[in-house]
């Protein structure tokens, strides 16, 4: 095998170990990126989704109450009318989302408690719209409508959130564990680069110094002295090539 090809070879075996290390990086580094993705993806929107169902609650509730308790006031007008069902149409929106968006267990349980709990409040909402509710109405059914949403809502948001701590204690400890992997996979590649560097060298330093010790020998047999005032192989061995070339040279002459 001509040392070119030997030289080739070992800058290809170098090129393979740094481009496993960069490619192990990537692939435990992109699992690590999607899994903290899925988290955003899922239990995020499902939490976004809560807020924004309390939010509307609270509106609808304010409206509610400004009918009851507010003299002269028996029916929802204005801007309280206004409110409650611009709220009404974003609880709508947010729990249709997430009806569409359940992963975890038993988040579909509190979806559809929350939305045979909301269809209950919103038809005492109504009776209370138009005039047909009253006191007793109001704190013998609409507060245990109320307070059975708010219970729904805050089942999906714990469920959620209960959800991301666990995926986040799992994405820690897989980012553990690649850690781990990639310092394995970094000792192997660092074992490997270093006995390439020891071995590769030390075999081409063996060659040219065996090479060079042979042209002093023939040098010698020759009775051809030579006066090495260095240590570099190559040099000897071109010295005495051009001392062999000198000698033969002189012989032709004669």
């Known amino acids: 095998m001509q040392l070119r090809t030997k030289l080739t070879l070992g800058l290809g075996f ?9 490619f192990f990086s990537a692939f435990y580094i992109g699992s690590l990126s999607r899994d903290a993705g899925n988290i955003l993806k899922d239990n995020y929107d499902s939490i976004v989704y809560s807020k924004n169902m309390f939010s509307s609650l609270e509106d609808m509730t304010v409206s509610v109450n400004e009918s009851i308790f507010n003299p002269g006031h028996s029916k ?13 149409l974003e609880f709508d929106k947010n729990l249709k989302l997430e009806s ?3 992963t975890e267990i038993h988040e579909k349980e ?3 408690a929350l939305s045979a709990d909301y269809a209950i409040y919103a038809g005492i909402c109504d009776r209370i719209k138009e005039g047909r509710g009253s006191g007793t109405v109001y704190f013998n059914e609409f507060l245990p409508a109320y307070e059975k949403i708010r219970q729904s809502v805050n089942n999906i948001n714990d469920v959620n959130m209960q959800a991301v701590v666990r995926k986040s204690a799992l994405t820690i400890g897989d980012s553990l564990k ?11 590649c660092l074992i ?20 060079s ?4 020998g023939l040098l010698k047999t020759r009775g051809i002295e030579a006066d090495v005032k260095t240590s570099d192989e190559l040099y000897i061995i071109l ?3 051009n001392l062999l070339e000198d000698s033969l040279a002189n012989k032709n002459k004669e």
């Open 14 to 22: 170098l090129f393979i170990i740094i481009f496993a290390i960069a």
């Open 76 to 88: 929802f007008t204005g801007y309280y009318n206004e409110l409650f069902e611009k709220a009404r």
């Open 100 to 102: 569409g968006n359940i």
């Open 110 to 112: 509190y979806v559809d």
């Open 178 to 188: 690649i850690i781990n992997y990639m310092a394995v996979i970094g000792a192997v």
């Open 192 to 211: 490997l680069a270093f006995a390439y560097f020891w071995y590769f060298p030390f075999y081409i330093s063996n060659s040219i110094s065996y090479l």
């Open 213 to 216: 010790k042979r042209m002093m």
């Open 239 to 241: 010295q005495s090539i």
